[in-house]
């Protein structure tokens, strides 16, 4: 079966950084986009960034644009998120996903066809 694995997340305090990983488990994903998505309690899952196969073409919330960075190793399997300045309100369970679609870039949930199990992110004020 198919799985995204997701590390990297904890608890830090405002202003923080961390960097959250993503490696499949089962086949290579080196000809999918990769996207990162986030839920916090109570909210809907929301698009964070989103990478194409090569890692030439990225894109990102409005909100995150400044402080996140994706990036891919391809060589490694691997897709990372690193987030710095962190706030409070970036408080969430963080989300890897795959994409075979083409609109991979509009941040769709429904256009992503794999999912990690997430991994939680707490920012203390």
Same mark, same amino acid.
Request: glycine content about 10%; proline content about 2%; charged content about 15%.
């Given at each position: 079966?198919?799985?995204?694995?997701?590390?990297?997340?904890?608890?830090?305090?405002?202003?923080?950084?961390?960097?959250?990983?993503?490696?499949?488990?089962?086949?290579?994903?080196?000809?999918?986009?990769?996207?990162?998505?986030?839920?916090?309690?109570?909210?809907?899952?929301?698009?964070?960034?989103?990478?194409?196969?090569?890692? /030439?073409?990225?894109?990102?919330? $409005? =909100?995150? !644009?400044?402080?996140? +960075?994706?990036?891919?190793?391809? %060589?490694?399997? /691997?897709?990372?998120?690193?987030? $710095? =300045?962190? !706030?409070?309100?970036? +408080?969430?369970?963080?989300?890897? %996903?795959?994409?075979?679609?083409?609109?991979?870039?509009?941040?769709?949930?429904?256009?992503?066809?794999?999912?990690?199990?997430?991994?939680?992110?707490?920012?203390?004020?």
């Amino acid at each position: 079966q198919v799985q995204l694995v997701e590390s990297g997340g904890g608890l830090v305090q405002a202003g923080a950084s961390l960097r959250l990983s993503c490696a499949p488990s089962g086949r290579t994903f080196g000809s999918y986009a990769m996207g990162w998505f986030r839920q916090a309690p109570g909210q809907e899952r929301e698009f964070v960034a989103a990478t194409s196969w090569s890692g /030439t073409t990225l894109y990102y919330a $409005n =909100s995150m !644009k400044g402080r996140f +960075t994706i990036s891919r190793d391809n %060589a490694k399997n /691997t897709v990372y998120l690193q987030m $710095n =300045s962190l !706030k409070p309100e970036d +408080t969430a369970v963080y989300y890897c %996903a795959a994409s075979s679609s083409s609109r991979w870039f509009t941040g769709n949930r429904s256009d992503y066809n794999y999912w990690g199990q997430g991994t939680q992110v707490t920012v203390s004020s």
